[in-house]
């Protein structure tokens, strides 16, 4: 049973890789020009960078999306037997319908662990392309201001998409809290082998709720990926 504990710290996770994310992304838009006059050649490799981890928030805001696609709408009044028994065969299919969604979601946490290597290569790239070429000094190239957010930045990086990878990690979570909750959707209409179509209303309900409370974690990772995605290209075009 999903506790009102797990979808928080999912929730929570999910607002603190937005946040630490756009941090990364505001340091390189506001170095982006000490970054072109002193040093060019990097630029493709921090736009390969960002492109790595856009990857990585694309795919988080398709995990999110299985759940804010929870909702189903009832189709007449269920206080008829032949319409709650149609609608709960309809209710059926959707629920077959999304546990389908949530097993191929299952790939994206397994490609992105290559994306993953690939943050951790450019990463190391960069770092290499300073004088002082220690942990984290890669954004010694981006000028003072990212310079002195050194630890930060970079623990973000190492954290979330290169060493720790908890964004995958966090991603397993979501499909995991996704799959007790249509487990307890299911639970809902009755005991295990019998489902009361007349309880298709209240289980509907409960979807609606989920689909509610990922809302706007899903719309902050989507544009998210947007803003990255522009970043990126600023680096390449000027």
Not at 27 to 48: C, E, H, I, M, T
Not at 138 to 154: I, M, Y
Not at 228 to 237: H, V
Request: charged fraction near 25%; proline fraction near 2%.
């Amino acid at each position: 049973m999903v506790s009102v504990k797990d979808v928080a710290d999912v929730i929570k996770m999910l607002g603190d890789v937005v946040k630490s994310t756009r941090e990364i992304i505001n340091a390189v838009n506001d170095g982006r020009k000490y970054l072109a006059l002193k040093y060019p050649d990097a630029q493709r490799d921090f736009s390969s960078l960002i492109d790595q981890m856009q990857k990585a928030i694309e795919g988080m805001a398709k995990v999110t999306s299985v759940i804010t696609n929870f909702r189903f709408v009832i189709a007449g009044n269920v206080d008829d037997s032949t319409i709650a028994y149609s609608e709960l065969a309809r209710f059926n299919d959707y629920i077959i319908s999304q546990k389908a969604d949530v097993a191929v979601l299952r790939n994206v946490a397994r490609k992105l662990k290559a994306d993953c290597g690939k943050v951790r290569t450019l990463r190391d790239k960069l770092d290499e392309r300073t004088k002082e070429r220690s942990w984290g000094s890669l954004f010694g190239l981006l000028g003072d201001k990212a310079q002195q957010r050194t630890v930060e930045l970079h623990s973000t990086i190492s954290n979330f998409y290169a060493d720790d990878e908890r964004m995958i990690e966090l991603i397993n979570q979501t499909l995991d809290l996704a799959e007790s909750a249509i487990k307890d959707i299911e639970y809902v209409l009755g005991p295990a082998g019998v489902a009361n179509p007349y309880n298709v209303p209240e289980a509907a309900t409960i979807l609606g709720i989920y689909a509610k409370l990922f809302e706007a974690p899903n719309k902050d990772l989507q544009h998210l990926a947007n803003i990255m995605s522009e970043a990126q290209s600023a680096l390449i075009i000027g």
